[in-house]
């Protein structure tokens, strides 16, 4: 079964094939795939692709998405979710979306708390890790705002529209989210 999630504005769902269209509302959006490592989608077609993905991810023990939903409200308004998911070595990356109509809200952030809160909790991770684009100031400054650090660059390790970039790779343990509790 499918593990749902809720904070104060948010519940963290399951994605169906209901949510194709709000997939690419997110993924057909340029702001929101600049700095993405992805090309935008051009179809719905596309998007029910990213359903199957998500379905299968979470089958195979792989990752596990979530849509992002507001509480009183139908359809998501972005993804959030663990890749590179690895039981046996108890870590994975965290990596989320949020449509730009939806920005400067908050969201993300409540969502992303959650999600570490179950990695850590239920998943019995020990390790999560993030990688983001240098140039994405919205995602850097909220990781490190939560208490990732910052472990290196990724030279060219992202290609966005024929082009590489350089990442930050974070990481934020179970041991230090402890402590900054605590602060």
Not at 1 to 28: H, N, Q, Y
Not at 155 to 176: F, N
């Amino acid at each position: 079964m499918f593990p749902r999630l809720e904070t104060e504005r948010l519940v963290l769902r399951e994605i169906t094939k209901d949510d194709a269209k709000g997939i690419f509302d997110c993924f057909s959006n340029e702001h929101v795939t600049r700095y993405y490592g992805q090309d935008t989608l051009e179809n719905l077609e596309q998007a029910e692709a990213f359903v199957d993905f998500f379905s299968n991810s979470y089958k195979e023990n792989k990752g596990i998405r979530w849509g992002i939903e507001r509480k009183g409200t139908k359809g998501i308004i972005g993804t959030i979710g663990f890749n590179a998911w690895s039981p046996k070595h108890k870590r994975a990356e965290i990596g989320y979306e949020i449509h730009p109509e939806q920005w400067r809200r908050g969201y993300t952030s409540e969502a992303v708390l959650e999600v570490i809160q179950y990695g850590f909790d239920v998943l019995g991770l020990t390790r999560i890790g993030a990688v983001v684009f240098i140039e994405n100031e919205a995602s850097n400054n909220l990781l490190t705002k939560i208490g990732f650090r910052i472990e290196g660059v990724l030279r060219d390790y992202m290609y966005q529209d024929g082009r590489a970039y350089d990442t930050y790779v974070y990481s934020l343990l179970k041991r230090d989210r402890k402590i900054s509790l605590l602060n």
